[in-house]
């Protein structure tokens, strides 16, 4: 009879803590870049929540409860985006067509330069390797 080994979830609490100090963090390191080139508190923070749980400083039960809390509001922060949208629909009618055809053209420009990137990327790497291209 080998009891189940998987560990129980941390207390809610516990989770809103580690989360809470990720972000304070997160916030002093983003303080230190210049104003200039602004990084958001929360991509630091998820970068910072990477790296504590790819070296398993936090386990994923620590904060598995947490994290998935703040997923299932996701659309709901998302919504006033929405409403703002429609109320300005009358700027979308007059300049709609030209942010689709921003949007589309920007997309198309991103993907070319990160196929080239990732190409001249990967023949550096084969020629300092002495590897073969395939």
């Given at each position: 009879?080998?009891k189940?080994?998987?560990?129980?979830?941390?207390?809610?609490?516990?989770q809103?803590?580690?989360?809470?100090?990720?972000?304070?963090?997160?916030?002093?390191i983003s303080?230190l870049?210049?104003?200039?080139?602004?990084?958001?508190?929360?991509?630091?923070?998820?970068?910072?929540?990477?790296?504590?749980?790819?070296?398993h400083?936090v386990?994923?039960?620590?904060?598995?409860k947490?994290?998935?809390?703040?997923?299932?509001?996701?659309?709901f922060l998302?919504?006033?985006?929405?409403?703002?949208?429609?109320?300005?629909?009358?700027?979308?009618?007059?300049e709609?067509?030209q942010?689709?055809?921003?949007?589309?053209?920007?997309?198309?420009?991103i993907?070319?330069?990160i196929a080239?990137?990732?190409a001249?990327?990967?023949s550096?790497?084969?020629?300092?390797?002495?590897?073969?291209?395939d």
């Open positions: 009879m080998e189940d080994k998987q560990p129980k979830d941390s207390n809610i609490y516990v809103m803590g580690i989360f809470a100090a990720i972000l304070f963090v997160s916030q002093l303080d870049f210049p104003k200039s080139f602004v990084v958001p508190t929360p991509l630091i923070g998820m970068v910072l929540l990477y790296i504590l749980l790819a070296c400083i386990k994923l039960h620590q904060v598995a947490f994290g998935d809390f703040m997923i299932g509001l996701i659309a998302f919504v006033p985006s929405g409403i703002q949208l429609a109320a300005h629909l009358d700027i979308m009618k007059k709609g067509l942010d689709v055809i921003v949007i589309i053209i920007s997309t198309i420009i993907l070319v330069v080239y990137v990732g001249l990327v990967m550096i790497h084969h020629k300092i390797t002495g590897t073969k291209e």
